[in-house]
Each structure stands twice: as C-alpha cells, then as structure tokens.
C-alpha cells in the first residue's frame, strides 16, 4: 500500500485545496496519471500520481484544505492483494479546523452520478479547474449549476451566472465597519513570489555574469526553416534559447540541481523552468522536463503547451515542483537586459533580453548583427563565476550552431 | 468574406487569445502590438487560429503587413480571393 500526500509544489507552499478528485477508489491509476485538481496559492495544479496500481482510499474529500505532506489518499500497489475492505480514515489534522481557515469555503459535494452510468465509469463532473475555483470563491453550489460547454462542461461563466441568480439583494447600510475582504488570486500569487523571491534574495548569495551573444545565425537559420513550416509547425527562437540552456547545463553540472541542507545536489535530469507571465501580472516558471533529450519540434509543442496551460491556470503536480534551472527570456518587446533572481532551492538562472540591431565588430570588419545580452544569475555557494563565465560561453557557442540543436 | 466577417473573426479570435484586451478600445489604424499586450507566442497563436477558420497560411515574412487591424483585413481579404 502506498501512501498518496499533498505534495509539496514549491518551495513555499504550505497547505493545499482539494478542489476536485479525478478518480474514485477501485480506478487503476498509472504513474503519471492527473488523479486531482489542487488549488494553491499560486495556481491551480494537476497533481500526478507517482505509483501505478488501484486507488484504494479518498481520504480529503473535495474542497478540504490540509497542510503538504497530508495524506489524501491511499493507493494499492500493483502486485499487492486487495486488503479487507476498511473504512477511509479521517484525516490526521484536518487544517479546516486548525482555525485559520473558515470551514465554509469547502465547495458542495459532486452531484451523485446518472443512473444510467454504468458502475464502473469514473463519475466526473464535466467543469474546468477555473470555473471550479470561481465556483469556490464564489461560494456556488455546483450541483444546481447547469453546464452550458462542451459536453455539458460547467464553465466559469456558468458559475458567475448561477452565483448572481443565487445572490441575495444587498441589505441596504448593513454595518458601518467593513468585512474583511477575500483573499484574492492576484494577493496570494503576490505573497507567494513575494515569500519566494526574499527567501531568494535573503539566503542565495547571487553573482551576475552578462555577455553579447551575436544572433545572426540562429536567425537566418530560423527563419529558413520556417519557411519549410506550415503555420502551425513553426518555431520560436525561445526554444533554441530552451534547448542551448539545457546541453550547456549537461556540460556545466554545478548549474543544474539543488542547494539543499547546505549542499549541493546535482540532477542528472535538465527540467528547465520557463517563466512565463500571467496576463493580470504575476509569473510562474514551471518546468519542461528532460529539455536536453527532446528534439526542437517537441519542446515547440511543450512551450506552446504550457504557456497555454498557464494562462489558462492548469498547470501539473511534476512541471511547478522539479525544475533544475530556470530561463527567462523578455522577448522581442522587453528591454535588452535582465538580471533574474534565482528560484530557491534551484542555483541558476539564464536571462535573455531583447535581440536588437546593434554594430557588431568581427575578424576585422563591422556590420549591423542582431544582438542578445545574455545573462547568468548564480547561487556562489554552488559555483564560481569562472565556471559561470565558460557555462555563458557554452550557451553561446551552442547557439552558433543551430543546426545542431 | 466581407471585410466586416474578416474583421469580426480576427478580433474574436485576439479574444480568446488575450481575454482582457476590450477589441472595442483598439484603433483599427494604429499599431496592434503598441495597444495590446503580445508576446511572439500570442502572435504565433492567432496565427493559428486564423489559419484554422480561414485556411490561409500566412508566411512568418508577411507578418510585417499585419501591423494593424485594417493592414489585417486588407491582407486577408486580399488571400482570400
């Protein structure tokens, strides 16, 4: 029997919300699998499971809060006998009681499923994880909520819709003194890169290296091929930037891992992390995994992807928790140079500012080249700036050579 | 399509790309990106987007000619024939 826990999906998360269960006990789970919708402070988060085998107990039921490292479920291996059926134990510390959070914010529970299901059918309540949290903020009980989306999908909309038909009509004067306001994504994400980045800036001694990296190639290259590509092919220069981080962190180990329990431990692994802004302000980085294996038509579709699944806010357990080193990268319309702070426990980040059209002097000669001031922020603890200037040059040279990325 | 249907699918398809942007506020004849907030990956996807409802391609060297919503209508209507 494994033990399934609230992960933890960052650094500083503390607690996190059930908001929805995407398996019930009896489902065959396979590693990877999404089996729960998560609301942090931050996001809402997929979480995956990490053994393959038979759900066996829902512990935290929806719309509970508990603290990481809560159990919230329990999983039968694959290998192992069904045990006497059990009741599903309470939660150890239910954090709806540990006062801090009113106990009202739990959601309503799933309505029961059709009759017409067959048993065996995972019952899932068709809403997406925006229009669930809307529904929590809003206080909406789903179940009289009518969907009007695909399939039936309950859409935020709908949510908005039933939660202003249920409003009751504002007293008139009620109270001089106000209630306390709600908590609101934008404040949380607020606190939590702000609980983040002091931590960052309080216990990583940050050094800062910058070098001019000559584009023209990787351009000319670029926009060659995609010519060849059908719209929907194309590529952004961002995952040639993608792509050259990960084989130069391969060849500079001391940039790829975790400065934990003062020490660093390196990851085999190149997960990088992308930050990527939200449109209301705020960003989050999470990871594309194994960077350095995937070709570029891959990491394409991964980029795309995710910035899609950002914006939309369903972000994965395995992207927000595991990146080893983390890019940013400001675009054409950003300015020409950032420094990054570094994500704790991670020790690198890469900054890429704008590509502009500067004179550029080569073997003798000055022509007009599109330049990228290319950044490293470092964490000294696990390596020196020596190292951090080759591990620039690397990225340059990687970037040289498109062709082979 | 007529240059309103052209008009009205690019603008609704910018809505699902950049949900906060009010198309009613944009100046059809001023610079897209000097008034709403898009990044080459936006650009990309309304690329797409327009490509799926109206099956042009449209070449990454004729983005230039998209500069606004009018040079984006034109452009189209005139692939379109």
């Given at each position: 029997?494994?033990?399934?826990?609230?992960?933890?999906?960052?650094?500083?998360?503390?607690?996190?919300?059930?908001?929805?269960?995407?398996?019930?006990?009896?489902?065959?789970?396979?590693?990877?699998?999404?089996?729960?919708?998560?609301?942090?402070?931050?996001?809402?988060?997929?979480?995956?499971?990490?053994?393959?085998?038979?759900?066996?107990?829902?512990?935290?039921?929806?719309?509970?809060?508990?603290?990481?490292?809560?159990?919230?479920?329990?999983?039968?291996?694959?290998?192992?006998?069904?045990?006497?059926?059990?009741?599903?134990?309470?939660?150890?510390?239910?954090?709806?009681?540990?006062?801090?959070?009113?106990?009202?914010?739990?959601?309503?529970?799933?309505?029961?499923?059709?009759?017409?299901?067959?048993?065996?059918?995972?019952?899932?309540?068709?809403?997406?994880?925006?229009?669930?949290?809307?529904?929590?903020?809003?206080?909406?009980?789903?179940?009289?909520?009518?969907?009007?989306?695909?399939?039936?999908?309950?859409?935020?909309?709908?949510?908005?819709?039933?939660?202003?038909?249920?409003?009751?009509?504002?007293?008139?004067?009620?109270?001089?003194?106000?209630?306390?306001?709600?908590?609101?994504?934008?404040?949380?994400?607020?606190?939590?890169?702000?609980?983040?980045?002091?931590?960052?800036?309080?216990?990583?001694?940050?050094?800062?290296?910058?070098?001019?990296?000559?584009?023209?190639?990787?351009?000319?290259?670029?926009?060659?091929?995609?010519?060849?590509?059908?719209?929907?092919?194309?590529?952004?220069?961002?995952?040639?930037?993608?792509?050259?981080?990960?084989?130069?962190?391969l060849?500079?180990p001391?940039?790829n891992g975790?400065?934990?329990?003062?020490?660093?431990?390196h990851s085999d692994a190149v997960?990088?992390?992308?930050?990527?802004?939200?449109?209301?302000?705020?960003?989050?980085?999470?990871?594309?995994?194994?960077?350095?294996?995937?070709?570029?038509?891959?990491?394409?579709?991964?980029?795309?992807?995710?910035?899609?699944?950002?914006?939309?806010?369903?972000?994965?357990?395995?992207?927000?928790?595991?990146?080893t080193?983390?890019?940013?990268?400001?675009?054409?319309?950003?300015?020409?140079?950032?420094?990054?702070?570094?994500?704790?426990?991670?020790?690198?980040?890469?900054?890429?500012?704008?590509?502009?059209?500067?004179?550029?002097?080569?073997?003798?000669?000055?022509?007009?080249?599109?330049?990228?001031?290319?950044?490293?922020?470092?964490?000294?603890?696990?390596?020196?700036?020596?190292?951090?200037?080759?591990?620039?040059?690397?990225?340059?040279?990687?970037?040289?050579?498109?062709?082979?990325? | 399509?007529?240059?309103?249907?052209?008009?009205?699918?690019?603008?609704?398809?910018?809505?699902?790309?950049?949900?906060?942007?009010?198309?009613?506020?944009?100046?059809?004849?001023?610079?897209?990106?000097?008034?709403?907030?898009?990044?080459?990956?936006?650009?990309?996807?309304?690329?797409?987007?327009?490509?799926?409802?109206?099956?042009?391609?449209?070449?990454?060297?004729?983005?230039?000619?998209?500069?606004?919503?009018?040079?984006?209508?034109?452009?189209?209507?005139?692939?379109?024939?």
């Open positions: 029997m494994a033990d399934f826990l609230m992960p933890s999906l960052g650094a500083d998360m503390e607690v996190g919300t059930i908001l929805q269960w995407l398996v019930k006990p009896g489902d065959k789970v396979k590693r990877g699998d999404i089996v729960a919708v998560v609301d942090t402070e931050k996001a809402t988060i997929e979480i995956e499971v990490f053994q393959s085998g038979v759900i066996e107990n829902i512990v935290v039921p929806e719309g509970q809060q508990v603290p990481v490292g809560t159990l919230i479920a329990t999983i039968r291996t694959d290998g192992e006998v069904a045990p006497p059926k059990v009741e599903a134990k309470p939660p150890p510390r239910p954090f709806a009681e540990a006062a801090t959070k009113p106990p009202e914010r739990r959601t309503a529970p799933a309505p029961s499923p059709m009759p017409a299901q067959p048993p065996s059918a995972p019952h899932r309540m068709r809403i997406s994880p925006l229009a669930m949290r809307v529904a929590m903020d809003l206080k909406v009980d789903l179940s009289t909520v009518k969907g009007t989306g695909p399939e039936g999908a309950i859409t935020r909309a709908d949510v908005e819709r039933a939660a202003k038909a249920a409003a009751p009509k504002p007293e008139p004067a009620p109270e001089r003194r106000p209630a306390p306001a709600p908590i609101d994504h934008h404040t949380a994400m607020r606190r939590v890169i702000a609980a983040a980045m002091s931590r960052s800036k309080r216990e990583i001694p940050h050094y800062y290296l910058g070098t001019h990296i000559d584009m023209g190639r990787a351009m000319t290259w670029l926009q060659a091929e995609n010519l060849k590509r059908p719209v929907t092919e194309r590529l952004l220069y961002a995952v040639l930037l993608l792509k050259a981080v990960a084989r130069a962190a060849q500079f001391e940039m975790y400065w934990i329990d003062n020490g660093f431990k997960h990088v992390g992308v930050a990527i802004s939200l449109r209301k302000g705020g960003l989050i980085a999470p990871a594309i995994h194994d960077v350095d294996k995937k070709p570029l038509d891959e990491l394409m579709a991964n980029l795309r992807d995710l910035v899609k699944r950002v914006r939309a806010e369903t972000l994965r357990s395995s992207e927000i928790a595991d990146a080193i983390t890019m940013t990268s400001l675009g054409e319309q950003g300015v020409e140079t950032v420094f990054g702070v570094i994500y704790p426990p991670q020790v690198a980040l890469v900054g890429f500012g704008r590509i502009v059209e500067r004179p550029w002097a080569s073997n003798g000669m000055v022509g007009a080249r599109p330049v990228m001031f290319t950044t490293l922020a470092a964490d000294h603890r696990a390596s020196d700036g020596h190292r951090g200037g080759l591990f620039l040059a690397a990225i340059d040279r990687l970037l040289q050579e498109p062709e082979k990325l | 399509m007529t240059n309103d249907e052209i008009r009205t699918l690019i603008l609704r398809e910018l809505r699902r790309i950049a949900p906060e942007v009010d198309t009613g506020q944009i100046d059809a004849s001023q610079e897209l990106r000097e008034q709403v907030d898009l990044d080459s990956m936006d650009i990309l996807n309304w690329m797409i987007a327009i490509h799926e409802a109206t099956g042009v391609d449209i070449p990454e060297a004729d983005y230039a000619r998209m500069a606004t919503v009018n040079d984006c209508v034109a452009y189209l209507r005139e692939r379109l024939k």
